[in-house]
C-alpha cells in the first residue's frame, strides 16, 4: 500500500501538512495536520510498504516503544487514510 499520488507533505512554522493537488483536490477537501509519528509513517507510505514493515521501522526509530501500542496506533492510521481514500493497494 502506498499514498496515492496527488497529495504533497510540506512543513511550515514547525507543523507537517498534506494538502491535496491537481485532479485529487476537486475530490479531498482539506488540510491533514501530522505530528512527528504521523509524518514518520506517511513519508514510509510515499513508497509501497507494508503495515509490517512500518511497525518495524517506528521500533527502531522510537527505541521505547512498546510494540503493542505502535501496532494498534499504526493499524489506525492506516485505517484512517483508507477510510479518506488516500491509500493505493
Given amino acids: 500500500m502506498k ?3 496527488g497529495f504533497i507533505l510540506r ?3 514547525d507543523k507537517t501538512f498534506v494538502v491535496a493537488v491537481g485532479e ?3 475530490t479531498f477537501n482539506g ?3 501530522l505530528n512527528e509519528t504521523g509524518k514518520f509513517i506517511w513519508q514510509l507510505l510515499t513508497k509501497d510498504t507494508t503495515e ?3 511497525v518495524e521501522k517506528l521500533l527502531i526509530e522510537f527505541e521505547d516503544a512498546q ?3 505502535v501496532e494498534k496506533d499504526v493499524k489506525s492510521f492506516i485505517e484512517k487514510l483508507k ?3 488516500i491509500l493505493e493497494g
Fill in 3 to 5: 499514498i496515492k499520488e
Fill in 11 to 13: 512543513d511550515v512554522a
Fill in 24 to 26: 485529487l483536490s476537486k
Fill in 31 to 33: 488540510i491533514i495536520t
Fill in 52 to 54: 509490517e514493515e512500518i
Fill in 67 to 69: 510494540r503493542d501500542v
Fill in 83 to 85: 477510510g479518506d481514500r
